[in-house]
């Protein structure tokens, strides 16, 4: 989702110039996007040059109100039907961090574990104390919140997993013995196997 598609939303309930988008625009995202009025206008303009949408009028202050057209609207529904893919990320900074510590040694993966969910609860523990000082018809922000405590109780469901699966994988091989069953001399000739037609394969011993 861009800017684009925010005002296309906000222009389906009725005409509006660019401060009150701003204003609309924040207070229906919770707060958790804000713009700049240069950013709301620029964005207009290039609507306006798709024929998106298009002027209304003035109001008593001089400012232009902008109103979808037919296309922007087909183009609001088009964007509104469509699935958000999901892409999970191969780059996750925790992850990474407990894979190299586990590939490398170069740290306790357990004490990542451990330091991490003490982050994280605390991050739980501010959403939780947010939502009771967030008023039950701020339908935004209280959502904005469901979904940062959601993603902080998966994050901790999946430390636990970590922890778990550390616990029961097998103790790390010596570095000294992952060879030992390869103790063959290597630098002596080796027997060859040779076949003549109509008898049993003999070894060479040259």
Do not use: C
Not at 135 to 154: G, K, M, Q, V, Y
Not at 157 to 184: F, I, K, N, T
């Amino acid at each position: 989702m861009g800017i684009r598609e925010g005002l296309l939303a906000l222009l389906a309930s009725g005409p509006s110039h660019g401060y009150q988008l701003k204003v609309d625009f924040e207070a229906a995202t919770g707060d958790a996007w804000s713009l700049n009025v240069g950013q709301v206008y620029s964005t207009l303009q290039r609507l306006e040059r798709d024929e998106l949408v298009e002027v209304d009028n003035a109001d008593d202050e001089g400012r232009i109100a902008y109103r979808l057209t037919a296309a922007g609207r087909e183009e609001l529904a088009d964007w509104l039907a469509r699935p958000v893919p999901r892409k999970v990320s191969n780059r996750d900074e925790v992850s990474m961090k407990l894979l190299l510590a586990i590939a490398g040694g170069s740290g306790d993966p357990r004490r990542i574990v451990a330091i991490q969910r003490q982050s994280t609860m605390g991050d739980l523990q501010d959403y939780t104390h947010l939502r009771t000082r967030t008023e039950p018809d701020d339908i935004a922000w209280n959502l904005h919140l469901d979904r940062l405590a959601i993603r902080s109780e998966a994050e901790l469901r999946w430390l636990d997993r970590v922890e778990r699966r550390l616990e029961e994988r097998p103790p790390p091989e010596p570095r000294d013995a992952r060879h030992d069953g390869e103790s063959v001399d290597r630098g002596g000739p080796r027997p060859t196997t040779t076949t003549t037609p109509g008898t049993a394969p003999t070894e060479d011993h040259r």
